[in-house]
């Protein structure tokens, strides 16, 4: 019976081991080695040189400030739907997550033409005599193409965490003296912090990591992380540097990771 | 004790959703320290009754007193009144001390004050030492039990209690009766209850309001409601019975299926057409030339306290509970004492009807 179940298992396994695993060990073996394949830190070490981490850090502090503007438009919009009566709050849902199923690429060269110089948006703005926007090729566009493709990811667990609460656990906090605010901070807040966890993971991360939406409304003059690692690899051809410098990046992620998941746990204590 | 004082006072509310009419003009008022249990069907009214009283709800008409003052627009935090809810609705991100300080620290209640509070009541419901246990590692009786305790802590005049037991097993839903009757005596305050399950009303009950489709049919004790229930669809709701269509010839004389019997009713008028309800375990099975009906015995089930009968008799299936058994094809006569025949007007109105009664 329950070698059966494994077997059943085996699709997955053999696409896991092809697919993350050898590629895996591949980064770590490029990532560890010279050009003449002797053991090296110095891949690993080169996140130190000023330009990457430069690029580092500009990559960190977009992620986290696209991030927190995902949760400030995701968090309330989710707090709404899920304690509405409406019987058609994942129809909205639906609608909110619809960008999704159009492709990434073609979304973000969408905002390239609206916000060129001559865009869409600067002409319908002069046209009405308004100052016209400069945000093409800035930090700012790439912070709103970052929250503009990610913010689904930050609605659906936030939304799938906040509806599952029992209305009635709601109700009894009001019961035993709560008024609305108190209420949140106590009960709702916290009972919709593994949905918030698990937004905040799935939008920083590919934040952090992007270099297609950094190369689309950057304008290739804002080098993110992941354009340093892509240029590396397609530029340079310096398989062994990029990996070092994937390496890095992921034990970043990890890191981070751990953070949220170990103050999830401390986070016991409500008053 | 119960006292004359009337503590709440639920003054001709009325309630829809969706323009579905849930409660219509229902007045109804709660004495101190009454155990009152508002009993009925699903969708008959209660839960909205009792979610209108904690506050969950507003009537769309009508006024919600407590103690004198007006509380129909007071949201539920300022409400002099605690409940306990259907499965629970424990917060499960904090212990179960916590769950029990919840309404005391929003109240800034000193600490020692919420840690003699929180021992006082997990021993008044028997789980001593659970402080530091989460809700979802206790059983559903003991999660109920939580629930109490986090709402009496808060020393409310009146606590609700919706359907509390209907996710326990039989055994621990009896023992759970008995245990919210000491309670209850124990705190001295008044209990509003509300289930579909007549034997807990029964049970507990100081008052027992029957209600259907957004209605009140009866309020009494439970003797009364058991013994006199005023329309056919109390004589129904409580426990089982034999509801017949009869006549009232005179006063002390109605005719039931073509035969005379004498009861202890008068006042309805002569020749007048009546239900009557007769209990199944008052219906006496006698040898045939002593009753006053004959019939016979169709099907015999053994009940445990005792045998559970049906006697055609006059065209009639009744409903015979006895200790003695008499096997399927026995002829037999019936007898009913004149006092345990009920004589009731017929329905007025379809709320007033017995649950798929055969005329």
Known sequence: MKNKKSLLSSPYLIWSAGFIIIPLCM??????????????????????????????MISILLSVIATAICVILAYPLALILAGSRFKNSSFLIFVFILPM?????????????????????????????LPTLNIINTPAAIVLGMVYNFLPFMILPVYNALSKIDPNVINAARDLGANSLQTFMYVTFPLSIPGLISGITMVSV???????ISDMLGGGKILLIGNVIEQEFKQANNWHVGSGLSIVLMLFILLAMGLTAKFDKEGGSYF | MVTDNKLILLDHISKSFGGQLVLDDLDLYIRENEFITLLGPSGCGKTTTLRILGGFETPDQGKVFFDGKDITHLPPNKRPLNTVFQKYALFTHMTIAENIAFGMKIKNKPKSYIDDKIKYALKL??????????????????QQRIAIARAIVNEPKVLLLDEPLGALDLKLRQDMQYELIRLKNELGITFLYVTHDQEEALTMSDTIVVMNQGYIQQIGTPEKIYNEPENAFVADFIGDSNIISATMIDDYLVEILGAKFKSTDAGFGKNKP????????????????????????????????????????NDHEWLVQSTSMFPVGTNVGIKVDPFNIQTMHKPESEDEEAIGVEE
């Open chain 2, 125 to 142: 419901v028997n789980l001593d030492g659970f402080e530091n246990r989460m809700p979802d590692s206790l059983s559903g009786g003991q």
């Open chain 1, 27 to 56: 980064i770590f073996f490029y990532g560890f080695t010279d050009k003449d394949l002797h053991f090296t830190w110095a891949n690993i070490a080169s996140i130190a040189e000023p330009e990457n981490i430069k690029a580092l």
């Open chain 1, 101 to 129: 199923w159009m492709n990434f690429l073609l979304r973000t060269l969408a905002w390239q033409t609206l916000l060129e110089k001559n865009g869409v948006i600067n002409m319908i703005l002069s046209f009405l005599h």
């Open chain 2, 274 to 313: 009546v239900d009557v309800v007769i209990r199944p375990e008052d219906v006496e099975l006698v040898a045939p030339e002593e009753g006053t009906i004959q019939g016979v015995v169709t099907h015999v089930i053994f009940k445990g306290v005792h045998y559970e009968m049906e006697v055609m008799a």
């Open chain 1, 206 to 212: 590919p934040a952090l990591t992007t270099f297609v």
